[in-house]
């Protein structure tokens, strides 16, 4: 197992469109290596998720903690769908986008479907906080960063959101946002 070094804004892995793991590659040792290495360094970094395309690897695959109490899931070829119009703010940070912070509006709640690391198939209805990480790790597989979504005048440096305050927590972003803060 390995720490993996995590892309930063700017590369271009990022944007790509990462491709299906065909499911009879699941359990080659080359995909379950990288699995294992995603768990070692999303634990390393303390991050909430890691998507392949942030560790170099344009495939689609995450890995991911929904409540802080649960172990970390991994999920291949994932598919995620909106099950209410209502939306939901958060203030999001990444670790392709260190030491920043930003309000993002997503889908309060969401279906998934997916494979697990064995290739059993999953799905979940998602709402509130495990919404949020799965829309923002599956963005990742389609070239999307949270900073695609964040709201204007919401980003800033994790520093001074702590010092003075989130836009969410000040009110700078309007009274009919429904938001929480992470």
């Given at each position: 197992?390995?720490?993996?070094?995590?892309?930063?804004?700017?590369?271009?892995?990022?944007?790509?469109?990462?491709?299906?793991?065909?499911?009879?590659?699941?359990?080659?040792?080359?995909?379950?290596?990288?699995i294992e290495d995603m768990l070692e360094t999303v634990e390393e970094y303390d991050g909430a998720?890691?998507?392949?395309?942030?560790?170099?690897?344009?495939?689609?695959?995450?890995?991911?903690?929904?409540?802080?109490?649960?172990?970390?899931?991994?999920?291949?070829?994932?598919?995620?769908?909106?099950?209410?119009?209502?939306?939901?703010?958060?203030?999001?940070?990444?670790?392709?986008?260190?030491?920043?912070?930003?309000?993002?509006?997503?889908?309060?709640?969401?279906?998934?479907?997916?494979?697990?690391r064995d290739g059993s198939p999953v799905a979940l209805l998602l709402s509130g906080f495990p919404?949020?990480?799965?829309?923002?790790?599956?963005?990742?597989?389609?070239?999307?960063?949270?900073?695609?979504?964040?709201?204007?005048?919401?980003?800033?440096?994790?520093?001074?959101?702590?010092?003075?305050?989130?836009?969410?927590?000040?009110?700078?972003?309007?009274?009919?946002?429904?938001?929480?803060?992470?």
């Amino acid at each position: 197992m390995a720490i993996l070094r995590v892309a930063r804004i700017g590369h271009p892995v990022l944007r790509q469109v990462a491709a299906p793991v065909p499911p009879d590659q699941l359990a080659s040792a080359s995909i379950q290596a990288l699995i294992e290495d995603m768990l070692e360094t999303v634990e390393e970094y303390d991050g909430a998720g890691l998507a392949a395309p942030q560790v170099h690897r344009s495939v689609r695959i995450v890995v991911l903690r929904l409540r802080s109490d649960e172990d970390l899931r991994v999920w291949v070829n994932p598919v995620l769908t909106p099950t209410s119009e209502r939306l939901s703010v958060t203030m999001e940070g990444c670790l392709s986008v260190p030491g920043m912070r930003g309000a993002v509006a997503r889908p309060a709640e969401v279906r998934v479907e997916a494979l697990e690391r064995d290739g059993s198939p999953v799905a979940l209805l998602l709402s509130g906080f495990p919404a949020v990480v799965a829309q923002h790790e599956c963005d990742h597989l389609d070239g999307i960063v949270y900073i695609d979504r964040v709201l204007p005048r919401s980003l800033g440096y994790v520093e001074e959101h702590r010092r003075y305050g989130s836009p969410l927590v000040r009110g700078e972003l309007g009274s009919d946002l429904q938001g929480e803060e992470e």
